[in-house]
């Protein structure tokens, strides 16, 4: 079972979502799919992207349990392969009109 719970990080609520599974569900609602997507996993519920970087490229910052970069889409899934516990994930998606997001939000996976 997977439950996502924000960390006041992510844009909105809908933006990611539990999916059946051992999967997260993602939802940008945006009218032009994403042309990059790239999601990464960090042990803890307070890991957090700052000023358009990676946690791992921050001082102090940690690295990541799972880095991958998604299929092009609005509604894109990551499968997940990791033990059962409480997780950052961060998540960058970029357009090609070079409008980006960059959000991280705190995923219990059991």
Do not use: C, N
């Given at each position: 079972?997977?439950?996502?719970?924000?960390?006041?990080?992510?844009?909105?609520?809908?933006?990611?979502?539990?999916?059946?599974?051992?999967?997260?569900?993602?939802?940008?609602?945006?009218?032009?799919?994403?042309?990059?997507?790239?999601?990464?996993?960090?042990?803890?519920?307070?890991?957090?992207?700052?000023f358009?970087?990676?946690?791992?490229?921050?001082?102090?910052?940690?690295?990541?349990?799972?880095?991958?970069?998604?299929l092009?889409?609005?509604?894109?899934?990551?499968?997940?392969?990791?033990?059962p516990?409480?997780?950052s994930?961060?998540?960058?998606?970029?357009?090609?009109?070079?409008?980006?997001?960059?959000f991280?939000?705190?995923v219990?996976?059991?």
């Amino acid at each position: 079972m997977l439950h996502v719970d924000s960390t006041d990080q992510s844009p909105e609520a809908g933006a990611v979502r539990a999916a059946t599974g051992d999967e997260i569900g993602f939802d940008f609602g945006e009218a032009l799919i994403p042309t990059l997507i790239e999601a990464r996993l960090y042990e803890g519920d307070r890991v957090a992207a700052s000023f358009m970087r990676w946690p791992e490229d921050l001082p102090g910052g940690v690295q990541a349990v799972k880095s991958v970069t998604l299929l092009p889409s609005r509604t894109p899934v990551l499968t997940l392969d990791v033990t059962p516990g409480r997780y950052s994930l961060v998540v960058h998606a970029l357009w090609d009109m070079e409008a980006e997001t960059f959000f991280a939000t705190g995923v219990d996976i059991d």
